[in-house]
């Protein structure tokens, strides 16, 4: 699996004095997504998206986050029509959110609210919803996206801690995924992680109960149970009788 792609092109501050006249308007359309083949995942999505996806963590060091798979090959998503509709399931929040997005301010003390000014329904012609009234205050509009944008944030947060609560328990193992196509070339993603099952169930049963009582371990399954979505997807490119596996590297090493 590719490094993960930014969507975002050109994301700048919304302000009243340079947006005041500005107009959003939205639509279905993903091609902004259509070179993504996985995008980050909140854990309050876990059991939404593990219906249709696969998840799985990505990142390095402290920075590791989980993601959900949208395609198997580098820089395509095949969830996205050729006419950028979406066909998959479930959307993740994280293209819910585009064009807005927040940045930190330059103190780092506080988050900015940005917007991609090179989104396609960003304009000046009133069509759409606009940013700002004419006394230039928050339209009803842009608090909704507001609002929308700062709970994400929190929910990062919270998965964010328990990625971390993940690494420190050492439950996080290297895995790759590799498939035979039809037109008898193979594919394969890599340079991600899953939970390794036999270490979850080894966990301290006061730990577990934590677990338990917090939700995480609905979340650690619900992340296991999603990898079964990774052949479905291949059969969306391979022929009936193509095959698809998952390999754990690291967990094959590790049997007797």
């Known amino acids: 699996m590719s490094k993960q792609l930014l969507i975002y092109k050109r994301a700048i501050p919304v302000s009243s004095d340079s947006h005041r006249d500005w107009a959003i308007k939205m639509g279905d359309n993903y091609k902004f997504a259509s ?14 998206a593990a219906q249709d996806y696969a998840i799985v963590f990505a990142g390095d060091g ?10 198997i090959r580098d ?3 095949s969830n996205v029509g050729a006419d950028g509709s979406w066909t998959g399931g479930y ?5 819910r959110r585009y064009p807005f997005v927040f940045s930190r301010s330059e103190d780092e003390k506080d988050f900015v609210l940005c917007i991609d000014e090179e989104f396609d329904g960003f304009n000046q012609d009133g069509k759409g919803e606009r940013l700002f009234d004419t006394d230039g205050e928050r ?11 700062s709970e994400y944030q929190t929910q990062f947060e919270r998965t964010s801690a328990f990625c971390k609560r993940l690494q420190e328990h050492d439950l996080l193992e290297e895995a790759q995924a590799q498939f035979n196509l039809a037109d008898g070339q193979t594919a394969s993603l890599s340079g991600f992680f899953k939970i390794n099952r036999e270490k979850l169930k080894a966990l301290p049963a006061d730990t577990l109960v934590q677990m338990v009582r917090s939700d995480e371990l609905e979340l650690c399954y619900a992340h296991l149970s999603s990898l079964g979505n990774l052949a479905p997807m291949a059969q969306k490119i391979a022929a009936p009788d193509g095959q698809s596996k998952m390999e754990a590297e690291e967990a094959e090493a590790g049997e007797d």
């Open 75 to 77: 820089n395509e998503n």
């Open 62 to 71: 402290d920075n590791v986050v989980p993601s959900v798979i949208l395609g």
């Open 139 to 149: 339209t009803t509009f842009l608090q909704s996206k507001l609002t929308f944008v």
């Open 91 to 95: 959307v993740p929040a994280f293209l």
């Open 35 to 48: 070179d993504v083949n996985s995008v980050p995942l909140l854990a309050a999505e876990f059991l939404t």
